[in-house]
């Protein structure tokens, strides 16, 4: 995490209230980057087991097949569940394109950020991952 | 309910829910003359601040966790609701499989209906048409969905506080370590001066 520590000189740095939210940007841009991370690591995975699910149900020779809605697993006609995987890995795969946007974006602000504050406070901020 | 009133830090708010907002101090020696406090009670204020802003945050993240846990759940009882409600008009009835223990499924039959029951909580449960089902679950997932929009911006403000908090320990530190450097360095300089 990013944290604001003394230099070792002591010497008066004059923080202006632009720095300071600045900083304050920063910390919430890297907070949320962290959430995207997760994010869109669940959003992979969903989408990996809905490959396989459509994958398996192409092998299987079953008419009925057992597919999960809410906590239940309903007794559905194949070519329903096989309309049903695809509109869902479908809705997966635009949401993790989004994720993967927005990660891109926060990227590239908190680099510029980055730029600024090492530029007015050099040695005395550290914003770098422990 | 937040209250913005003009401050030196130009007219942010002072509060947000209850969560006080943390003031941003322009000049570190100006501070400190003005409230009184020797660095030391200063920085023993900021830390005590520190410590409350961290409570309150672990509580949020509690209660984003449950809202997070919550919305699926709703989502899902959404989709067997359209699921039966989809089947109304076929006359097929809808064979499912649902656990009955850990590892231990059962099959159900479920004809056509016009009615679902939904569990309110509370050992509850109300008995809904299918309408006025979908209805209620799509507010109660509003609902839940704006809430915790609410608790993620109040999630920023509090670090946002926690931030200048600790960027104003570091600085209010910082000045009294750099007025020792001073008070140390004077002396010796009027002692050579004089000999």
């Known amino acids: 995490m990013c944290g604001a520590q003394g230099s070792k000189s002591g010497s008066e740095m004059e923080v202006t209230w632009e720095d300071q939210q600045n900083i304050n940007t920063f910390s919430r841009l890297n907070n949320r980057f962290h959430d995207l991370d997760d994010e869109i690591k669940s959003a992979k995975e969903k989408c990996d087991n809905l490959e396989d699910a459509g994958n398996e149900l192409i092998l299987a020779d079953e008419e009925m097949v057992r597919f999960q809605i809410g906590e239940v697993f309903a007794h559905l006609p194949r070519d329903e569940v096989e309309t049903r995987i695809e509109d869902m890995k479908e809705a997966t795969c635009k949401s993790l394109e989004k994720l993967e946007e927005e990660k891109v974006s926060i990227v590239s602000q908190m680099s510029a950020l980055k730029k600024v504050l090492y530029a007015k406070f050099k040695d005395s901020i550290n914003l770098e991952e422990d | ?195």
């Open chain 2, 1 to 195: 309910m937040s209250s913005s009133s003009p401050s030196g830090s130009g007219g942010e708010l002072t509060e947000r829910r209850g969560i006080p907002a943390a003031k941003f101090i322009q000049d570190v020696e100006t501070y400190l003359s003005q409230s009184g406090l020797d660095p030391n009670s200063a920085l023993a204020f900021h830390q005590e601040r520190l410590q409350q802003y961290k409570v309150v945050e672990m509580k949020l993240l509690a209660q984003q966790r449950d809202l997070q846990a919550k919305i699926p759940d709703i989502e899902k009882c959404l989709e067997v609701v359209a699921t039966l409600e989809a089947r109304k008009g076929t006359g097929e009835a809808l064979l499912a499989d649902f656990e009955v223990s850990e590892g231990i499924y059962s099959r159900a039959c479920i004809e056509d209906t016009d009615s679902v029951c939904l569990w309110l909580g509370a050992n509850v449960m109300l008995e809904y048409s299918c309408d006025e089902a979908t209805a209620l679950l799509k507010n109660n997932l509003e609902n839940a969905k704006a809430s915790l929009e609410v608790l993620v911006a109040d999630l920023q403000f509090l670090r946002d506080q926690v931030t200048v908090t600790q960027v104003t320990i570091a600085r209010v530190y910082n000045w009294d370590v750099h007025q020792r450097r001073v008070k140390q360095v004077t002396p010796t300089a009027i002692a050579a001066a004089d000999s």
